[in-house]
């Protein structure tokens, strides 16, 4: 039968405005997140990662917070601009779990100019 | 800067055929994955890879799929015989360490 695809939770911001996505992972033995960007008809593209021992962690215009109590992440983008519009995943990984990842729903993000 | 390579970029095949999907990954990395994604789902994995074996696959890894490093470049994914349900974006990913995931551009694979 036909697939029916999932709704995908969305974010409209303007340019200029920072935007936060959220994300809520699954497992308590996650130690380590990674979140990742991925334009149409692309492959996700990194973005930046951290660690379980760490709660925040800083890249360039993007942060990462790290809420282990309630098993939640978010991204922070700086002065977003029309090229960060895009699908935004989280991913965990599963300590000792061999390196694969698990993935979020994804948020999709639009950028108004 | 260093890419993960995917060929081909969009696949057809009648279902029941067996379809075989190219990656060639960063050289110097160890580990390596496919990944699919069903249109507007979440992406799903399917298999990692290390020291010519598997070293992981998750229940979507029957005994259709099977994968190959037939040489010391190319890391392939055969998919015996394909059915509708295979219709996705099958990405390749390789890594040195469990940081620093690359993934390729995937395949779209349409089972008609």
């Known amino acids: 039968g036909e697939s029916v695809g999932l709704h995908l939770p969305t974010l409209s911001v303007q340019e200029g405005d920072n935007s936060i996505i959220n994300c809520a992972y699954s497992?308590?033995?996650?130690?380590?997140f990674i979140w990742y960007k991925q334009e149409s008809g692309k492959g996700p593209q990194f973005i930046i990662d951290?660690?379980?021992n760490m709660d925040k962690r800083q890249g360039q215009r993007v942060t990462v917070l790290l809420n282990k109590t309630v098993k939640h992440l978010s991204l922070q983008i700086a002065a977003t601009q029309p090229g960060d519009s895009a699908v935004y995943f989280c991913?965990?990984?599963?300590?000792?779990?061999?390196?694969?990842?698990?993935w979020g729903l994804g948020t999709s993000l639009a950028v108004n100019p | 800067e260093p890419e993960v390579t995917q060929t081909p970029s969009h696949q057809v095949t009648q279902m029941g055929q067996e379809v075989i999907l190219r990656c060639v990954p960063i050289?110097?990395?160890?580990?390596f994955y496919w990944y699919r994604q069903i249109l507007g789902q979440k992406v799903e994995f399917l298999v990692s890879?290390?020291?010519?074996?598997?070293?992981?696959k998750s229940e979507i890894f029957d005994d259709q799929f099977s994968v190959e490093r037939p040489d010391g470049s190319n890391f392939t994914l055969k998919i015996r015989s394909t059915k509708l349900e295979d219709s996705a974006m099958y990405f390749c990913?390789?890594?040195?360490?469990?940081?620093?995931?690359?993934f390729g551009s995937g395949t779209r694979l349409t089972v008609v």
């Open positions: 991913a965990e990984n599963i300590a000792g779990n061999n390196r694969k990842l698990i």
């Open positions: 497992n308590s033995a996650s130690d380590y």
């Open positions: 951290i660690r379980s």
């Open positions: 990913a390789s890594s040195p360490s469990l940081r620093g995931y690359t």
């Open positions: 050289s110097n990395h160890l580990y």
């Open positions: 890879f290390y020291n010519n074996e598997i070293s992981e």
